[in-house]
Each structure stands twice: as C-alpha cells, then as structure tokens.
C-alpha cells in the first residue's frame, strides 16, 4: 500500500526542488520511490529545468566535496544531479574528476 502524500510532505517536494534537488535525490530525501516523487511532482505542476543550475553556493558545495574526496557518484548524489553534469562541472571549474573505486 502506497503513503499518502500530505501537505507538509508536498511542501518539502517543492521546496527541495526549489533548491535543486531533482527526481533521484528527492526521493532519497522524502524516502519514496522515483516514480512515486516524479508522478507527484508532475501532478503538483513542478516541472523541472532542462538541466541543474550551477549557482556560486553550488560551486563552493561541489569544490567543498572534491576538496574532501568525494568521487563522481557521491558528489552527484550529494547535489542532487547526475554523475554526467557534476563531471562537465568539475572540468569546467579545474576540479578532478574521480569515479568510484
């Protein structure tokens, strides 16, 4: 059986997008599935951009995480993005690019 959504739980949806987290960290953060936060994100009208926003708090995060060893995966999930969009930052930025061991 499937959990209700309530109102605090659909607020936190839309304010973690709002910080950008998309569908994969969201559900982490929510404990849901995937599907179950991409139907209801969909169902409350919060779309998602086309591709995450690198802003300078999101920069010093990701620089923060690469200072600390984080490897590719890890730093994508931290952030909420996908391996491929922290591993074109990080080159774009001068950071490494590890991956997982």
Do not use: C
Request: charged residues 35%; glycine residues 6%.
């Amino acid at each position: 059986m499937s959990r209700v959504w309530t109102p605090e739980d659909e607020a936190r949806l839309e304010a973690l997008h709002a910080a950008g987290l998309r569908d994969r960290g969201l559900a982490a953060a929510l404990d849901r599935s995937v599907a179950a936060v991409r139907q209801r994100r969909q169902e409350l009208g919060v779309v998602r951009p086309r591709r995450p926003v690198w802003s300078r708090e999101r920069d010093a995060r990701l620089r923060r995480l690469d200072a600390d060893g984080a490897d590719l995966a890890a730093a994508a999930q931290a952030l909420g993005v996908s391996v491929t969009a922290v591993a074109v930052r990080r080159s774009r930025l001068g950071l490494s690019s590890r991956r997982p061991a």
